[in-house]
């Protein structure tokens, strides 16, 4: 119950981490977006471990979390972009179908299952893909197509981090953290110096921007001690269900309206996790 716990802690952080910059990201160049947003996380963070006192883990994880954090990038920019070209409720659920990624590597690995476990991952990876379908139907030609291209790619690159976050957090879920944020801005660095986006940020952006850095930073927190206590097959699919959260906020306060197909998927999703936690 830990794990699931955890797991659904990153899903809702990560949820509202991706409505907070969809919605930047239409009135902030991306880039920008990820720099403030990062530099607020990498604060958070840096001041947990601190505080905690533990000290660097091995190589090998330090290794793993830098690598955590290119495929970070990669799959924060894909989506942003997606999210600030197309509709929330058509982008979000189809880059949660790159969990299928961790789910074969966790089980390739040798993780077994119970039997409604594997009932509730079979159902909210149908979920996903039902959402996903039904916001590809819905998708307009201005833009959308646009926004599920950059949804796909971003589901790739969050698989792959899924699976790297795992190796990283075996020795220190928090310095991992901590190790993948900071990845994540030195890497950011040149992209920064080869596009020159604008610094400028007023007032009005910042407590989004500020609001986006932390709730972030947590959610990848929960998802790293999820990891430790947890099978990565179980935690990566309720982690990845995030886009139901922020379905839910572009419905509730952009007044977006998903599809029949993809309300199904989202139930469906709902559906597994009650049946795994049973």
């Not at 927190?221 to 935690?235: E, Y």
Request: hydrophobic residues 60%.
């Amino acid at each position: 119950m830990i794990a699931l716990s955890l797991s659904l802690a990153a899903c809702l952080g990560w949820g509202l981490a991706d409505f907070l910059g969809g919605l930047e990201s239409r009135r902030l160049p991306t880039i920008t977006v990820l720099m403030f947003s990062n530099l607020f996380g990498l604060a958070l963070i840096g001041t947990i471990v601190g505080l905690r006192g533990a000290s660097l883990p091995p190589p090998a994880a330090i290794r793993w979390a830098v690598a955590a954090g290119v495929a970070a990038i990669a799959a924060m920019f894909l989506l942003y972009k997606g999210l600030s070209r197309g509709k929330m409720a058509i982008v979000a659920p189809i880059s949660a179908t790159g969990v299928i990624l961790p789910v074969v590597a966790g089980i390739a690995c040798g993780e077994s299952l119970a039997g409604f476990q594997s009932l509730g991952i079979l159902a909210a990876l149908a979920g996903s893909i039902l959402a996903a379908r039904g916001a590809k139907s819905g998708c307009s030609v201005s833009g959308g197509e646009a926004g599920v291209v950059f949804a796909a790619g971003s589901a790739v690159a969050a698989g792959i981090f899924f699976i790297l976050m795992d190796r990283a957090s075996e020795a220190d879920p928090y310095w991992a953290s901590l190790l993948m944020r900071t990845s994540f801005g030195v890497f950011l660095l040149p992209i920064l110096l080869a596009g020159r986006p604008s610094f400028r940020v007023g007032r009005v952006h910042l407590p989004g921007l500020i609001a986006l850095g932390a709730v972030d930073c947590l959610a990848s927190v929960a998802f790293a001690v999820a990891t430790t206590v947890g099978l990565l097959s179980i935690v990566a699919v309720f982690s990845s269900l995030y886009p139901v959260v922020t379905v839910l906020l572009s419905m509730l306060i952009l007044r977006e309206r998903p599809g029949r197909v993809q309300m199904i998927g989202v139930a469906l999703a709902l559906a597994g996790v009650g049946m795994a936690s049973v």
